[in-house]
């Protein structure tokens, strides 16, 4: 069969098939969500396999199957230390987070980061800032991911010429459609359910690129190394183009970021038992570990077949993945990989609605009116489906500067806010919600402050690093310089453990 | 007030690294565990509590602090510049060549130009911050895992693997120094520092992957402690039904 002449219908069916599977898992769990810790928790019932691939594939998100490719593309081997960093922070997050956020979400009954965030430090105030900071940065991240997700959509479908050609706002609507369906109908249990198929896609992908990108170039590996050295050996040395302090920078922000994610360290709070995490990491990890080498693959192998006169220059850095799979990828593996590029945005972009759900529905009224809402399911239900809808008129309609702006409330202001009060502050009795408080603060003040002000930080250091780093130092150096918090027993027991 | 470890699931008991050390690592660890001990290092757990938690946020704050400072150090340092670049839309940006530049050929596409030159004054302040950064992870990971005042058995192959870690990167480091200055040689049709990053650092997590499942059932949450959590889970169950 000549798969060749149908290599955009490929594509489309791959995605159409995964966007049934989809609709078939937000069905299938309709009947398992009886309450808001099913809607939000999971019912704290995850096994193995389904916390460890929703992890992970929480972690990628599209970042790994556009972004990822496109930073190789652009700066050389300079994103590899993110790369790096993710392993490194599935570690810290197992070792520092894990149990004790297990056993918080127990033990006080949590369906949100908040939740326990209020239980550990005893203090509404910090709920509601950690509330707020998720709440903003649910929308400028979904806004910025449902557009990305709306473009790959329309091109796809515009390139088969028997199709009628669709507009944005059309793309938009249907993969939004999807992903609304079977957060609203499943919650979170939809959402890790389908995590688990879009893991498994990102490491089957990872393992069949790399191949096809080995292929892609005369000679191999040695050959893009050949074309790069000719061009600039800098951008295949171990800094890449933007040089050793930036480059440390993105590694320090990716390893200490995760267990700041909100949508990530929830995770934690669903496993079934504790005694679970030891696998839960090894397996996440090495699936990670598999489904990043599609961002190194793709990536090199682009950069060596522009500079090597191959391929023509890319319009954007971003394009790299799309115009590889077009160009040197079967035609069944670049459908495969189409649909593990919905399955990565839509895998971080589920678990940002139910978090951003728990926000408006149960952390902002337990911090402002002390109670949560009365019938809180049906409220989660139509809250995710507000937020939704918020996020893609964002996309849609806002400009552009705003939407920037929304999205520096993303990795690096949650890294700076919850690092601190999170990693930190569950481990340590005597964190102060003070210093939590001030921690959030700063992150967010800074991280607004660099973007609107375009400050510019020499030798390419990333701003979040630098934000991390001082709030990190002001969380410890305020609840070294305060009076020790007094903790309730349940707390202190918990801290013992 | 030092955590005693108490009963491990059918290993009998840790009191102390050795034990620990012929647990999971097996006699050759063990001798590992000895030779430290001959150094002074197990002496000093034992007798001081070296790295307990009353230690370990010290350490993570000084960690930090030195982290500031080697930050402070590059924002004086002066970048290199390139020069003016003209953009797509006719304007001109003055570029740096410290964290690349617009490549002449493919506008969305970085260059560095030669790292002996850009490097030159950050290459070693790039070292420090990297070692920092290992001493403050690792640090993390000690916290996470400690128990009111112990590391216990985590202690040893933590040290280990920062100390492992601390010289891959000085590696790195020396293996670019060859690399910037013109020794273009490969490992794997890599260049040498790139396959060291890859083949080393990269799968590098995973021997704390390793750690976290071997200490796991042992110290980090034994089978006592599931006890001890059920224990508060059902007296809090109970305190908030008699609430209600």
Sequence with gaps: MDFESYRNQIALLSIGLYFALCIGVGIWAIRRTKSTTDFFMAGRDLGI?????????????GVGFVGGPGLVYGWGVTSFWMIIGGTMAACLSFFVVGKRIRMFS???????????????????????????????????????????????????????????EINLPTAMAVSCAVLVFYSVTGGIIAGVYTDLVQGIVM??????????????????????????????PESIGPWGTLGILGCLSHFFLSTMGACGQPHIITKLMMTRRIHDFKH???????????????????????????????????????????????????????????????????????????????????????????????HELFWARAATL????????????????????????????????????????????????????????????LNVAIELLSIQIPHGIHGSAVTLILSLTLFFGISLMSKPPKLSKDVEAIMNL | MCYTPRHVSGNGFIQNNHFFA???????????????????????????????????????????????????????TPEVPWGDV??????????????????????????????????????????????????????????GTSRDGNIGPAKI????????????????????????????????????????????????????VIVYYKIFDSWHFTDEDQHRFEEILANRRHATSEDH
């Design chain 1, 386 to 445: 507000g937020i939704a809808i918020v996020a893609a008129l964002f996309g849609l309609y806002s400009p552009q500067d705003f939407l920037t702006l929304l999205g520096t409330f993303g990795w690096g202001t949650f890294a700076g806010a919850l690092v601190p009060t999170v990693a930190i502050g569950f481990n340590w009795k005597r964190a102060t919600a003070t210093a939590a408080n001030v921690a959030i603060f700063t992150s967010v003040g």
């Design chain 1, 49 to 61: 396999m389904v916390t460890a691939m929703a992890m992970f594939s929480s972690l990628l998100s």
């Design chain 1, 106 to 164: 127990e033990v006080f009954e949590t369906v949100s980061l908040p939740d326990a965030i209020a239980a550990r430090y005893n203090s509404e105030l910090t709920r509601l800032l950690t509330a707020l900071a998720i709440l903003f940065g649910v929308v400028g991240y979904l806004a910025a991911q449902i557009l990305a997700m709306a473009v790959v959509f329309r091109g796809i479908v515009n390139s088969i010429e028997s199709l009628p």
């Design chain 1, 203 to 232: 490491v089957v992908a990872g393992i069949l690129v790399l191949f096809a990108a080995v292929q892609a170039v005369d000679g191999g590996i040695g050959g893009a190394v050949t074309y790069m050295l000719a061009d600039d």
């Design chain 2, 157 to 208: 192959p933590l040290i280990v693997g920062c100390v492992l870690f601390m010289g891959i990167i000085t590696a790195l480091i020396f293996f670019y120094r060859a690399f910037m200055n013109g020794d273009h040689s490969t490992f794997l049709s890599l260049p040498r520092p790139l396959a060291l990053m890859i083949f080393g650092i990269w799968p590098f997590p995973l021997y704390f």
């Design chain 2, 86 to 143: 003209v953009q797509e839309d006719g304007t001109t940006v003055n570029q740096s060549m410290s964290h690349g530049y617009q490549h002449p050929d493919f506008p969305k596409m970085d260059k560095a130009g030669s790292g002996a030159v850009r490097h030159e004054k950050t290459i070693w302040v790039g070292w420090a911050l990297g070692l920092g950064f290992v001493l403050f992870w690792t640090g993390l990971l000690a916290f």
């Design chain 1, 280 to 374: 839960i990491l090894a397996l996440s990890v090495i699936s990670a570990m598999f489904a990043y080498l599609l961002w190194m693959a793709i990536g090199l192998a682009m950069r060596a077949l522009v500079v090597g006169g191959i391929e023509t220059p890319l319009d954007q850095a971003d394009q790299a993945a799309h115009v590889f799979l077009q160009h040197y990828a079967h035609p069944v593996l670049a459908g495969v990989v189409f649909a593990g590029l919905f399955a990565a945005i839509m895998s971080t972009a589920d678990s940002f609605l139910n978090v951003g759900a728990a926000a408006i529905i149960h952390d902002i009224p337990k911090a402002v009116l002390g109670r949560s809402l009365n």
């Design chain 2, 22 to 76: 012929k647990d999971v690592w097996g006699k050759g660890v063990l001798s590992f565990a000895e030779l430290l001990d001959a150094m002074g290092v197990g002496q000093i757990s034992r007798g001081t509590k070296f790295m307990n938690t009353h230690f370990i946020h010290w350490y993570i704050f000084a960690t930090l602090l030195a982290l500031c400072t080697i930050y402070g150090i590059a924002f004086i």
